[in-house]
């Protein structure tokens, strides 16, 4: 079975290098990676991929930035080529990027099997690019691998039958937990941060990149006025995402000195500092995750979110983006029990679980 794994930024490949890896464990499957180069930073070194334990991606498309018309339009056209030559049996999209919506559309088009990873979440806020992103790919994948029941529940909704939802965790954290594990062989001295993250004790970790919430000056004044006020309470580590830098820059935002600015860092050193943080302070939705599996607190800064079970085991608390409401997720984050429930099936197999599934599906198919 010929299997194309899609991928267009930096999140996707952490989703997918579990798919691929245990790929290696079936002789019957031939996994190739596209990177459609979706990401601004989409020049990956590669170390990036060899921290992942994956090979540099065998099809590289080139999006590059633009308007979301643009980039989706540029995947779908050099994404069919890519199909027409492979003929795939099946394409794994993964997440809720252009990437996803335009390799979903090409491949169903062209009668190719689509398989969703991380089907069925959603915001019910169609202002989110991701939202329409997601939706148009669940309206037309064959199957849809959930990471919590309300997936299912709002695959059901749309009028998916029960036997093409499986709900079997989340690859994310499956990466996660791989990357855990190396991080216990690795000296931490050896990362750039380590005098930091020593100096500052406990301390909260941040990351700031949604266009919603940096794009607009008033947003973004109301957060970092937030943001300067919890940093007098403890120090705050800030990894800053490039469109964020602009943004400060261009608003000309002032950010306390005991918030430390850093550029971006690889997914282990980013780990390195979160996984120890006594807050995270984020509008990422992959981190609303990660931080739910380790028991770490987390505040979002959003009015919603594609992923209600953070909220329902308490690790994490929508802060909006004014900055009272911001501060008062602050102030309950102080004084709510630190433990929490960790979402089923979140133990590190469901690359292993989804593999299984769909082979037994193209069992079905052959002996039917």
């Known amino acids: 079975m010929k299997v194309l794994l899609i991928a267009g930024a930096r999140p996707n490949f952490m989703k997918i290098a579990p798919l691929?890896?245990?790929s290696l464990r079936h002789v019957s499957i031939e996994c190739k990676i596209v990177h459609t180069g979706q990401h601004y930073d989409y020049s990956m070194s590669q170390?990036?991929?060899?921290?992942?334990?994956?090979?540099?991606?065998?099809f590289y498309l080139n999006a590059g930035s633009g308007s979301h018309a643009m980039q989706t339009a540029t995947i779908m056209v050099a994404f069919e080529e890519v199909c027409l030559f492979e003929r795939p049996d099946l394409v794994i999209v993964v997440g809720d990027v252009n990437s996803t919506l335009a390799c979903s559309v090409v491949a169903k088009k062209l009668r190719i099997d689509v398989a969703h990873v991380e089907a069925g979440l959603r915001s019910f806020d169609l202002?989110?690019?991701e939202e329409i992103n997601r939706m148009v790919t669940d309206a037309i994948s064959n199957m849809f691998f959930v990471t919590e029941e309300s997936g299912r529940t709002n695959l059901l909704r749309e009028g998916k039958a029960d036997c093409q939802i499986h709900m079997v965790g989340h690859v994310m954290i499956d990466n996660l937990f791989d990357q855990l594990e190396k991080l216990r062989e690795v000296d931490e001295g050896c990362?750039?941060?380590h005098g930091l993250k020593e100096q500052c004790g406990k301390y909260a970790f941040l990351t700031l990149h949604r266009p919603s919430n940096v794009d607009d000056r008033d947003t973004l004044t109301e957060i970092a006025a937030a943001l300067n006020i919890i940093a007098k309470k403890m120090p705050v580590i800030?990894?800053?995402?490039p469109r964020t830098d602009k943004m400060l820059d261009k608003f000309a935002i002032s950010l306390s000195k005991r918030i430390f600015r850093l550029p971006p860092l690889g997914y282990r050193e980013s780990l390195y500092l979160w996984k120890d943080a006594a807050l995270v302070i984020t509008d990422s939705g992959g981190l609303q995750e990660e931080t739910t599996a380790l028991g770490i607190p987390c505040i979002t800064i959003r009015d919603n979110t594609e992923r209600p079970i953070t909220?329902?085991?308490g690790s994490n608390l929508l802060a909006g983006t004014r900055?009272?409401?911001i501060l008062a997720a602050f102030q309950k984050s102080l004084t709510r029990v630190k433990v929490f429930k960790i979402p089923p099936k979140w133990d590190g197999q469901a690359a292993k679980r989804i593999w299984q599934i769909i082979m037994g599906v193209y069992r079905k198919t052959k002996e039917a």
Do not use: K, N
């Not at 991929?49 to 065998?58: C, K, R, Y």
């Not at 800030?238 to 995402?241: A, D, I, K, L, S």
């Open 323 to 325: 900055q009272d409401t």
């Open 191 to 193: 990362f750039a941060t």
């Open 127 to 129: 202002a989110m690019p």
């Open 311 to 313: 909220l329902e085991v």
């Open 20 to 22: 691929y890896r245990e």
């Open 47 to 58: 170390s990036f991929f060899e921290e992942l334990e994956i090979p540099a991606p065998d």
């Open 238 to 241: 800030f990894p800053v995402h």
